[in-house]
C-alpha cells in the first residue's frame, strides 16, 4: 500500500487544511516531474494529496537528511525520500526514479523561502530523461481551510544547444517537441503511410518485433508504417470523430490510415475497460477503422513462457497468466526481477525480444488473429498484396 498512515490518518486532516485544489485534471499519468515552491516543513503533505488522490502514486521528495528525525530507513522505504547527502548523488537517484516511471518532487527554491537562488536541477533532469513537469503553486498555512493548491500545465524541456526552452503540453501531436523526443518528425506522420498509435517505447519494440516475425522482415516501421505514442493520460485527448471539439485531436487528422493498441489494464476477464478507452474503440469501429484492445492485462502479458527462458537460461518458467501484473509474475519467478523490469521497461523488452517465437506466440490469446488484421492492415496501407 502505497503511504499507510498517510491514506489512513494524515490525508483526512489534510484535507481539513486544504481549501481549494484547482487544475487537478492536469496530473498526468507517471512518470512526471512534480515542482513547487516551498515555505512551510507541511508542503510535501498538501502536494502528496491530489496526487495519491488520482493516482495512488508516491512521489520521492528530494530532501535534506538532517530533517529525518524519524531516521534514513524509514524516510527512504516508506515516505520514499531522495537524501541530498550532495547533488551529483541525489540527482543520480532521482533520475533512476524517473526513469523507473516513478514521481520525482522538486522545490527549485532548495530550502524554505530560497527565493534568490532557484536550483536548476528540475530542469536538468527534465531534460536529460524527456520526462515533462507539472508546476504546482502551494500557498501553504498551519490555518483550517486555508490553503490552496493550483496545478499547472505540464511542459516539456527543449535545448536547441545555446539555451533551454519549456512548451507547455496542451495536445500531444501538435507539440513538436514531444515528437521530436520519440525520434519522430512532424511531417514523418503526414507522409507515412499509416501511423500505429502506441501507449510507450517498449510497446513498440513488442509492436515492431511481432511484425517482423509474422512477415518475416518484410514490413518495417519508417518504411511502411509510423510508430506513435499516446501516452496514458494523453489517450483522453485522441478522438476518431473529426466532429469533436477542439481539445480533442482527430487522429485521422494526422493521418488517415490508422491503427490504435490499447492495453486493456483488466484485472480479470469480469473487468470492463475504462471509459476512455471504451469511447475510442466505439469511434474507431464505427469509422470501420482497426483497433486492437489487448486480451489480458497488458502488452507484456503476451510473452511467452519460452522466451522468459531464453532469457533466464532455464527451462522451467511458467507461463504469465492472462490479468496478472507482470512485474508481479516475475517477482515470483525470480526475486528482485520484478523491480529490475518496473526500473527499466524497455530494456527488458530489448533483453526479452530475442527470444520470442512466431509459433510460440501464435498461441497465446488472441495474437495469430490480431496479427493477420495487423498485417493486412499495413499491406493496404502501402498497396502489397
Known amino acids: 500500500m502505497v503511504y499507510p498512515l498517510l491514506k489512513l490518518w494524515f490525508m ?12 487537478i485534471e492536469n496530473i498526468p499519468k507517471a512518470p512526471f516531474i512534480l ?15 491530489p496526487i495519491l488522490k488520482k493516482l495512488n502514486k508516491k512521489v520521492h521528495f528530494i530532501a535534506s537528511p538532517r530533517f529525518w528525525f524519524l531516521g534514513e530507513t524509514f524516510c527512504r522505504k516508506w515516505a520514499g525520500c531522495i537524501p541530498l ?22 522545490f527549485p527554491e532548495g530550502h524554505l523561502k530560497n527565493r534568490h537562488n532557484l536550483k536548476t536541477g528540475a530542469v536538468r533532469l527534465a531534460f536529460e530523461t524527456q520526462t515533462p513537469i507539472l508546476p504546482i503553486r502551494l500557498f501553504s498555512s498551519y490555518i483550517p481551510f486555508h490553503s490552496t493548491l493550483s496545478i499547472g500545465n505540464l511542459f516539456y524541456v527543449t535545448h536547441n544547444g545555446e539555451y533551454a526552452s519549456a512548451k507547455v503540453v496542451k495536445t500531444y501531436v501538435e507539440n513538436r517537441g514531444i515528437l521530436d523526443d520519440l525520434d519522430v518528425r512532424a511531417s514523418d506522420l503526414l507522409q507515412a503511410n499509416g501511423v500505429v498509435w502506441l501507449e510507450g517505447p517498449s510497446d513498440r519494440l513488442y509492436f515492431n518485433r511481432w511484425v517482423e516475425l509474422w512477415t518475416e522482415g518484410l514490413l518495417k516501421e519508417g518504411t511502411h508504417y509510423q510508430c506513435v505514442f499516446y501516452g496514458g493520460r494523453l489517450l483522453s485527448h485522441l478522438s476518431a470523430r473529426s466532429e469533436e471539439q477542439q481539445e480533442t485531436i482527430d487522429i485521422l487528422n494526422v493521418n488517415k490510415n490508422a491503427l490504435l493498441l490499447i492495453d486493456s489494464d483488466k ?25 486492437w484492445v489487448t486480451a489480458g492485462r497488458e502488452i507484456e502479458n503476451y510473452i511467452h513462457r519460452e522466451a522468459i527462458n531464453t532469457l533466464y537460461g532455464t527451462d522451467n518458467a511458467p507461463q504469465v497468466r492472462r490479468y496478472d501484473k507482470f512485474e508481479n509474475y516475475l517477482e515470483r519467478f525470480k526475486v528482485g526481477e520484478g ?42 496501407w502501402n498497396s502489397i498484396s
Not at 12 to 23: E, N, S, Y
Not at 35 to 49: E, G, M
Not at 267 to 291: P, Y
Open 267 to 291: 484485472a480479470r476477464q469480469s473487468d470492463s475497460i475504462n471509459s476512455t478507452k471504451q469511447r475510442l474503440v466505439n469511434e474507431i469501429e464505427a469509422i470501420e477503422g482497426k483497433v
Open 339 to 380: 523491480k529490475k523490469y518496473q526500473k527499466n521497461k524497455v530494456l527488458y523488452a530489448e533483453e526479452v525480444l530475442p527470444g520470442l517465437t512466431k509459433q510460440s506466440l501464435s498461441n497465446l490469446h488472441d495474437v495469430r488473429e490480431k496479427m493477420e488484421m495487423v498485417i493486412n492492415e499495413i499491406k493496404k
Open 35 to 49: 515542482i513547487a515552491n516551498h515555505s512551510h516543513q507541511v508542503d510535501p503533505l498538501y502536494l502528496v494529496y
Open 85 to 106: 547527502f550532495n547533488p551529483d548523488q541525489a540527482y543520480k537517484e532521482a533520475k533512476e526514479i524517473v526513469q523507473s516511471g516513478e514521481i520525482v518532487g522538486i
Open 12 to 23: 483526512p486532516l489534510c484535507r481539513t487544511f486544504i481549501k481549494k485544489i484547482d487544475g
